[in-house]
């Protein structure tokens, strides 16, 4: 830490992390006050930045030290091209900096800089994220919420035999047991869903701003809180979309969307725009996943095979006994159902006390063989 006896800028304090820790969290280990009370100068630079920092209120882990850098190589960078433009020579240059009103330019560049990126990082975000906590603060049936920190999707599987391919950073809240004539679950992030058919009991996803209902069917919605849109697109089946109620100034419009089929809802403009072809839209496109383009379509095919699909789709382990299925084949489809569902019909399929058990992403099969 003796580089920081070398700081004379406001901004390399802003971009040391440990110095984030001592004035937002107290955490001093890296002994800032002893440091600081040292030098009567050294301590008033010090309570700039500390202002700085705490008007600025950034959350921890937002900012980089690559952004600051980059925001004040910017800075520099303007300040510099400025002067060329006015044929000063490098001495100007250097009495320039040191002048209180290029100083003062240089830190009001630098914070409407970073001025708007917290508003697009990070107030933008968490007033997305506090449109799913209004959500799910207005449900009654005691939801339970699973969060993926991890860096692999995860399986949910829902009361009903609905699963969801959750993906890192998203979550998810759903109750344990579907009551009513209606099934709800709410989603911050991104999740492929595929729903147990039940005419008499539609399927909803809140997922920030809007609403997806369906019967039964397999998509995928993407409404990740700090990014500018939400998408929905369609693998099989049939869904309708609207805005949710708690968006202000929202039109009052249903979106139906059919296979292959996707909407985008532009949170900026509060609009929706649907993509009758996903193949014409380059973004669509390439964030198809496996799961989305494989086939469940099989004939005659050997089940280690029809495993390994389900394995490269979901991103399970899938252990079943090798030795006593090797010459088994199965002709099934399985392209509109749930996991769950899908291997509950290979295990009918295969007979001979053959079962499934789901822990997580581990799935294990128990066979005596098949018929």
């Given at each position: 830490m003796q580089e920081r006896n070398n700081y004379t800028e406001i901004e390399e304090f802003l971009a040391d992390e440990s110095f984030h820790l001592w004035i937002r969290f107290a955490d001093d280990q890296k002994k800032w006050e002893e440091w600081t009370l040292e030098d009567p100068k050294r301590a008033k630079l010090v309570e700039e930045a500390r202002l700085w920092l705490l008007a600025m209120n950034v959350p921890e882990s937002t900012m980089s030290k690559i952004t600051v850098n980059d925001a004040l190589e910017s800075t520099w960078a303007k300040i510099k091209n400025k002067e060329k433009n006015n044929n000063q020579i490098q001495k100007s240059t250097i009495k320039l900096w040191n002048s209180n009103w290029i100083r003062g330019a240089?830190?009001?560049?630098?914070?409407?800089?970073?001025?708007?990126?917290?508003?697009?990082?990070?107030?933008?975000?968490?007033?997305?994220?506090?449109?799913?906590?209004?959500?799910?603060?207005?449900?009654?049936?005691?939801?339970v919420e699973q969060t993926n920190n991890s860096n692999n999707p995860q399986i949910i599987t829902l009361s009903d035999g609905s699963s969801v391919l959750l993906q890192p950073n998203s979550k998810l809240s759903y109750p344990k047991i579907f009551v009513g004539n209606e099934r709800k679950v709410y989603l911050s992030g991104e999740g492929f869903f595929e729903i147990s058919k039940n005419p008499e009991k539609p399927f909803f996803v809140f997922a920030n701003e809007i609403v997806t209902k369906v019967v039964g069917t397999s998509f995928r919605i993407k409404a990740y809180t700090n990014q500018p849109n939400v998408e929905v697109l369609v693998r099989t089946g049939k869904v309708k979309i609207k805005s949710n109620q708690i968006i202000a100034n929202s039109e009052e419009e249903e979106v139906v969307l059919l296979p292959n089929q996707a909407l985008r809802f532009v949170r900026k403009g509060l609009t929706f725009h649907k993509i009758t072809d996903i193949t014409k839209d380059e973004t669509l496109a390439h964030s198809v996943g496996n799961i989305e383009h494989l086939s469940f379509e099989f004939t005659d095919i050997p089940v280690s095979q029809i495993f390994s699909t389900?394995?490269?789709?979901?991103?399970?382990?899938?252990?079943?006994?090798?030795?006593?299925?090797?010459?088994?084949?199965?002709?099934?489809?399985?392209?509109?159902?749930?996991?769950?569902?899908?291997?509950?019909?290979?295990?009918?399929?295969?007979?001979?006390?053959?079962?499934?058990?789901?822990?997580?992403?581990?799935?294990?099969?128990t066979s005596d063989g098949c018929n």
């Open positions: 240089a830190a009001l560049l630098l914070f409407g800089y970073i001025s708007t990126w917290i508003y697009n990082d990070y107030y933008f975000s968490n007033n997305n994220s506090n449109i799913y906590y209004e959500l799910i603060n207005k449900n009654r049936e005691g939801l389900i394995e490269q789709a979901y991103l399970v382990n899938i252990d079943f006994p090798k030795e006593k299925l090797k010459n088994c084949h199965l002709t099934t489809s399985l392209n509109d159902q749930p996991l769950p569902e899908k291997l509950k019909i290979i295990c009918k399929s295969l007979g001979n006390n053959s079962n499934y058990e789901m822990n997580g992403n581990q799935i294990i099969i």
